[in-house]
């Protein structure tokens, strides 16, 4: 059986365009999602980066939510060690209050921007080392067992948001395994870590209240188009403006110049990046996918697709719901 298919949306803002278009895409999208049956969208907390605009996450996901029905929606993730864990309690306590049963919490410990960004943000530099503690205090306010005493989120207490925990290193999934919560690798982006973290944290697995046996979330890349060649076309263009973007910081260059980047230590570290990723025709990115959600053990995959324009990001998701689960046949 295919493992469950999900959708990461980093609200992308292509050059030249604007965070407000970028959202009513992100609507768009969400609609289309919900027709097609994908179980969920997550959108990830980044600051500083003039190409992603989710980084008011939980005010994006109550836009959103606003504007679907039934699909869950939620943070992959929110980097917990830039907030409060009461701060988040009340905020995603206020969206399962207001969306109740779609609404989901994956965590991170990382900053999600750079050290300027990490001073910006009044960030301890010593606030990732309490990750797990504080994954447990916000836990509690979730569940109305306050770790605090005489302290509340409201909204909050009781809505129990289903937390998970995000990694790309062993030890997220070893806290996830502790914890007894579903565990998210993000192997879009950071893929040396895959094997071993899954490995590990189903091993490792406690059953806890929120989940009786491990569960695992994989991400991968995604791109489908009619054909292979422009599928390919789509992928290679955007894996070099992913590399213009991390090396250049803001810089124009010439197609020559990119050229150059492109095969240097530093463009090749970066397309390794995102080696996990199926790209092609329909039926070439279900087969990819199919081997790679066997290769990481996995429950689900979350896939993040990155093209030239939306309404070829829109299409790829579509194509690859229709060989994913085939629409119904009318008539």
């Known amino acids: 059986m295919s493992a469950v298919l999900s959708i990461l949306d980093l609200a992308y803002i292509r050059e030249g365009d604007t965070a407000r278009n970028s959202f009513d895409a992100s609507v768009a999208l969400a609609q289309l999602a919900e027709i097609r049956d994908y179980r969920r969208i997550w959108y990830a907390e980044h600051h500083n980066m003039a190409s992603i605009g989710s980084s008011a996450t939980s005010v994006l996901i109550a836009h959103v939510a606003a504007h679907t029905q039934r699909i869950r929606l939620g943070a992959g993730g929110i980097m917990l060690p830039n907030h409060a864990p009461l701060t988040i309690a009340e905020q995603f306590g206020t969206l399962e209050t207001l969306h109740p049963g779609r609404i989901d919490l994956g965590l991170g410990r990382a900053p999600g921007s750079d050290q300027k ?18 994954v447990l205090e916000l836990q509690a306010y979730l569940e109305g067992t306050s770790r605090v005493p005489g302290v509340d989120a409201v909204p909050g207490k009781g809505t129990n948001v289903p937390l998970y925990i995000l990694g790309s290193s062993l030890f997220g999934a070893q806290l996830a395994a502790k914890l007894g919560l579903p565990y998210a690798n993000a192997s879009h982006f950071s893929p040396d870590s895959l094997v071993d973290a899954v490995t590990l944290y189903r091993d490792r697995f406690e059953p806890s209240e929120q989940l009786s046996e491990p569960y695992v979330i994989a991400g ?25 973007q991390m090396v250049g910081r803001g810089k124009t260059f010439s197609p020559e110049e990119i050229d150059l980047i492109m095969s240097s230590p530093a463009g090749q570290q970066i397309q390794q990046m995102v080696r996990y990723s199926a790209v092609g025709t329909p039926d070439e990115v279900k087969a990819y996918l199919d081997e790679f959600a066997e290769h990481a053990q996995a429950d689900e995959l979350i896939i993040a697709s990155h093209t030239d324009d939306t309404a070829s990001w829109l299409r790829s998701y579509d194509l690859i719901a229709n060989v994913w689960r085939p629409a119904p046949v009318s008539g």
Not at 119 to 132: E, H
Not at 220 to 244: K, M
């Open 220 to 244: 991968v890349n995604a791109i489908a188009a009619d054909t292979t060649a422009e599928a390919q076309r789509q992928f290679e263009s955007a894996v070099r403006r992913r590399v213009v």
């Open 117 to 134: 960004t990490m001073y910006a943000l009044r960030r301890d530099p010593a606030s990732a080392d309490r990750f797990p503690q504080d």
